[in-house]
């Protein structure tokens, strides 16, 4: 069986996936970063989509079709105010949402970058404890996803998000062990 978290270094908008996660702000304006290569790329269907129905909350999410990406949809993940910064709850709850509209909508595959960590000036492995712990979370409940693909832009934050997640396998085998020589 295939590790259902993945890692990749990569362009989010090349993901042929049933969902991309558009790293967006509260305005779905696809203006820079993650978001406006999702704009370029998918053209001008998915901002006139975003224009229909943004603005939302920062936190919350939103799917739109995907233009002319691979992908069959994008989740707009808003983890951060136009202009402004992404914190540890705003990402948490943007991620959160996402999968949730992954699983209401059946999506069995989905690629996520390393939200807020870019434009939103949040620190790479703080962001990747926190998509790594929601995916963890996600997965272990009733879901259709069979894979949560980690697209990251770059080796340095492909190799945090390497670093956080075996850390994560290794407390999980050593809290096993534990258990194991409890008498």
Do not use: W
């Not at 978290?5 to 362009?11: A, F, P, Q, S, T």
């Amino acid at each position: 069986m295939t590790e259902p978290i993945r890692l990749c270094e990569g362009d989010i908008t090349e993901q042929e996936v049933d969902a991309i996660v558009n790293a967006a702000n509260s305005d779905l304006v696809l203006g820079a970063g993650v978001a406006g290569a999702i704009g370029a790329k998918g053209g001008p269907s998915i901002q006139a989509e975003c224009d229909a129905i943004g603005p939302i909350d920062v936190g919350d999410a939103v799917v739109t079709e995907a233009g002319g990406l691979p992908a069959r949809f994008v989740i707009h993940a808003a983890g951060m105010p136009p202009g402004g910064s992404a914190t540890a709850k705003s990402i948490r709850s943007c991620v959160r949402r996402s999968l949730e509209l992954a699983k209401e909508r059946g999506f069995r595959t989905i690629a996520i970058p390393a939200i807020g960590a870019g434009i939103g000036g949040f620190s790479s492995q703080s962001c990747a404890e926190i998509l790594l712990g929601e995916a963890r979370a996600h997965l272990a409940g009733d879901t259709p996803l069979e894979e949560i693909r980690f697209v990251l832009f770059g080796e340095p934050t492909y190799r945090i998000f390497e670093m956080c997640r075996d850390a994560a396998k290794v407390r999980e085998q050593m809290d096993r062990l534990r258990l194991q020589r409890r008498p």
